[in-house]
């Protein structure tokens, strides 16, 4: 009496899931709920598509799928021990499930020990259901693991008895049973039935092979693990003659045959694969290094990070170079970044490629668009470098954008440029975050093989290869696109710091545990402190012997070229770097006072005079808008100019004895004259010098650029509740017993998705009975939108036009207009108990 009834489909299956169990599968499976399914049968056949199984069986790890792939090759249904026995084998070769020639008892244990979990695994996926001893892969999962001659399986074994003879003749099958010394059979299915019975008996079967020739053996031997296909020429050497008449080559067409499943399992002893991977290969070390070595060489990296996206933002700070048509940076600018970063050209596209996801680069919107530092530039700028590590590291985990591809080509053949807008993977973040939790599990200093780490994800995603591969333009043979994304990941992870000398460091693991906060407050004691002074030396130079202070560092950058860089920062001072001071406003009093302010040493005496002398020489000369002048209070200097033939492109006339005018713009003139050796100054129309300060060119507010989602994002736990009472309430209303309209005696099942159809006085005469008895009606209704629904309700009140009436599948009170009922029906006396 207690005994339940086994689920015949699918749908059966989900519909006597608990609710927790049913948001385990939507959790598990998003795309389920795009949009919610009315219904469990909806949910069923969703669950079916192709799509959706796809996705699903990609996110299987190697033992899981394993064992997805060996209830395809099993009968349907199949016990549960059918199914241990293709994973773990019979035993009979003398070898264990691994290939090895011991006793196999581990092994075994091991695969008897995970398999319940892989088999819960796929039930909650949705990909099994049935009890143990009647489980059923889902259909569309059988299609397509199940082994084809178009899309063979990995597990090598090729098609059964009944599908490789299903186009034979009834004389060829009566000739292979004689062969095989089998009685003869009235019928084909019964001949069927019969070879199939000796390939599956071990006795029999082993007997038959004892009198094969040892060539046929061997040729046994190169199919048995697949793949099961071979060519034959039209007169077949007697080995294979033999086999083929016996029905253990069966043929497929005039020139290939096949070795039927049944045959291929006797000889495997019975298991589906040759190497089940119950356990996931550990991540091994390469090396074990001191935890604080690791943490001091990952902060000087990410120290070095924080200063070399400065840089390159620095260097943009008037505009960067343009973007191309077709999106991202060229090759030539790329190039010139590379060199003035010092760095090779794939790390420089790193580099923009962070500040980009940070949202400190992005397009200036003009119409000959360049790229320019965003106003959160600015502001990022001003904070310690441990903050600054933190949102570029925060920034590169989230980011999508994967910059081991520029350089390559896309499907189309065409480069990917850096910046460029084809850069988007979305398996990058859980790739990267993998790969750091992997390291994370290790002991702290602890640097892994990255061979061993490219295993584990190979193991955990089987199936994400070769499709990603192929997205991605990945040459074939080559290795896939996650395997490539986690070799990029440890690459980039050294580069920002995130890992040192292989290893990962204390305040990344904070940075994953327990938030930014902790990661800054690690890493900030391992970081030098800015410094506040330079030592000038007497070759026009300044050492600065660490990282300086904002100010400091701005000022020193205008007034001094950066000519080497390292531990120690050399400046030299130049004329031209001089001048480039007086442009931004400063006096050469000011310049004296800071260098004497911010220098361990005396200001050598040749840096003083190079100063007072470009200073003295800086704005004797004006230049403004005529289309562009030049005054200047002494006669003499324009008149050198007039005669040094270096000025005719210029093409300068004289105006008054102090002015003359030129034909080109006034930026063009100031250059022309600075090549000359001039130290000229702009002016404005009312005559007042005209100071530039370099790094006012800022973009319009932008934001960073949002990771494109792998699928539909993962619902809440709210989303989730709501959606689980949506599905069962729609189901209720779907699958309610209730009276037939016209023999209320009489109870039917509506079938999933019709609705009932009453007249407009029926409607009212029904729902008007139902509210005064208080009983509950099963409802067709239409929205406004024209969407249709089932409802169950319970009618409280009936006038104006409408009915109030508390809704069962909504779980509250509603009020719905008459108009929009398609039609009712009485539920069953037992249909709300």
């Not at 949705?126 to 489980?135: I, P, Q, S």
């Not at 080109?664 to 002016?683: F, I, K």
């Amino acid at each position: 009496m207690g005994m339940t009834t086994p689920p015949r489909t699918l749908a059966e299956a989900l519909r006597a899931r608990d609710d927790e169990s049913l948001a385990g599968l939507l959790r598990a499976r998003p795309d389920l709920l795009s949009p919610v399914p009315g219904d469990i049968t909806q949910l069923a056949t969703r669950a079916g598509t192709r799509a959706s199984v796809v996705r699903a069986l990609e996110h299987l790890d190697k033992f899981t799928l394993q064992t997805a792939e060996a209830l395809a090759v099993a009968p349907d249904p199949a016990p549960y021990e059918t199914l241990l026995g293709l994973l773990t084998g019979d035993g009979h070769d003398g070898t264990g499930p691994d290939g090895d020639n011991r006793s196999g008892d581990d092994a075994e244990a091991v695969i008897t020990d995970a398999l319940p979990g892989a088999l819960a695994a796929l039930r909650e996926q949705a990909l099994v259901w049935g009890e143990d001893d009647r489980l059923r892969l889902v259909r569309t999962a059988r299609e397509l693991l199940a082994p084809s001659p178009q899309h063979p399986s990995p597990t090598g074994l090729g098609p059964t008895v009944a599908e490789a003879t299903s186009g034979m003749s009834p004389g060829r099958l009566q000739e292979i049973l004689a062969a095989a010394g089998l009685p003869a059979t009235h019928d084909p299915v019964s001949a069927v039935a019969s070879l199939a019975g000796l390939f599956t008996d071990r006795t029999r079967m082993a007997e038959l092979l004892d009198t094969a020739p040892a060539e046929a053996l061997s040729v046994l031997d190169r199919l048995v693990w697949g793949p099961p296909y071979g060519e034959i020429t039209p007169n077949p050497t007697p080995p294979v003659r033999w086999l083929r008449d016996r029905g253990l080559l069966l043929p497929v067409s005039t020139r290939t045959v096949v070795l039927p499943r049944e045959a291929a399992l006797h000889l495997r002893a019975g298991r589906a694969h040759r190497v089940p991977e119950p356990r996931p290969p550990a991540v091994e070390a390469v090396a074990r290094r001191d935890p604080q070595a690791v943490d001091s060489a990952a902060a000087g990296q990410a120290f070095l990070a924080v200063s070399t996206v400065e840089e390159l933002l620095k260097n943009w700070d008037g505009g960067g170079p343009p973007i191309l048509r077709a999106g991202g940076l060229g090759v030539r600018d790329l190039k010139r970044t590379a060199a003035a970063l010092e760095v090779p050209e794939p790390v420089a596209a790193f580099w923009a490629e962070t500040a980009y996801a940070a949202g400190l680069l992005a397009s200036d919107g003009e119409a000959d668009e360049r790229y320019a530092p965003t106003p959160a530039y600015d502001d990022w700028a001003e904070l310690p470098a441990q903050e600054r590590w933190v949102a570029l590291a925060t920034a590169w985990l989230a980011a999508t954008r994967t910059p081991g591809l520029i350089g390559g080509q896309d499907a189309k053949g065409r480069v990917l440029s850096a910046l460029g807008p084809e850069l988007d993977r979305s398996a990058a973040p859980e790739v990267r975050h993998r790969v750091l939790a992997l390291l994370a599990a290790l002991e702290p200093g602890t640097a892994p093989d990255p061979e061993t780490v490219l295993a584990r994800l190979r193991w955990e995603r089987p199936l994400r290869g070769a499709g990603a591969a192929a997205a991605a333009g990945a040459p074939e043979g080559g290795s896939d696109l996650r395997s490539r994304i986690a070799l990029w990941t440890l690459n980039e992870s050294e580069l920002l710091g995130i890992t040192g000398r292989g290893a990962l460091a204390a305040h990344t693991r904070a940075l994953l545990g327990s938030g930014p906060a902790e990661a800054a407050a690690l890493l900030a004691p391992l970081i030098p402190e800015p410094l506040d002074h330079v030592l000038l030396q007497a070759d026009l130079t300044a050492v600065a012997p660490g990282p300086l202070e904002r100010p400091l560092a701005d000022m020193l950058s205008a007034l001094a070229d950066i000519e080497s860089k390292g531990g120690a920062t050399v400046y030299r001072f130049t004329p031209g770097s001089v001048r480039r001071a007086l442009d931004a406003g400063q006096s050469a009093a000011d310049l004296h006072a800071f260098l004497a302010a911010h220098s361990r040493t005396p200001v050598p005496q040749p840096l003083s005079y190079l100063i007072d002398d470009v200073a003295r020489r800086h704005g004797h000369l004006r230049i403004g808008a005529a289309s562009s002048y030049v005054r200047c209070d002494d006669e003499a200097v324009l008149n050198e100019i007039l005669a040094d033939r270096r000025s005719v492109t210029l093409r300068l006339r004289r105006l008054a004895p102090t002015a003359l005018a030129a034909q080109v713009d006034p930026a063009s003139l100031l250059d022309g004259l600075r090549e000359m050796g001039y130290a000229p100054a702009a002016e404005s129309a009312d005559g007042d010098v005209l100071i530039t300060r370099a790094g006012a060119r800022r973009t319009p507010p932008r934001t960073p650029p949002v990771p494109v989602p792998e699928g539909p994002p993962v619902p809440d736990g709210t989303l989730l509740g709501a959606a689980v009472r949506a599905i069962r309430a729609g189901d209720t209303a779907a699958t309610v017993a209730r009276k037939d309209t016209a023999t209320a005696s009489d109870t039917t099942a509506a079938p999933s998705g019709s609705l009932p159809r009453t007249t407009s006085a029926e409607t009212l005469a029904t729902v008007q009975a139902a509210a005064m008895t208080g009983s509950a009606l099963w409802i067709g209704y239409v929205n406004a939108d024209g969407a249709a629904s089932q409802r169950v309700i319970a009618p409280v009140r009936v006038e104006g036009g409408f009915v109030t009436a508390y809704d069962h599948t909504a779980d509250e009170i509603r009020t719905y207009p008459l108009h929009r009922i398609t039609g009712v029906a009485e539920l069953a006396d037992d249909a709300t108990a």
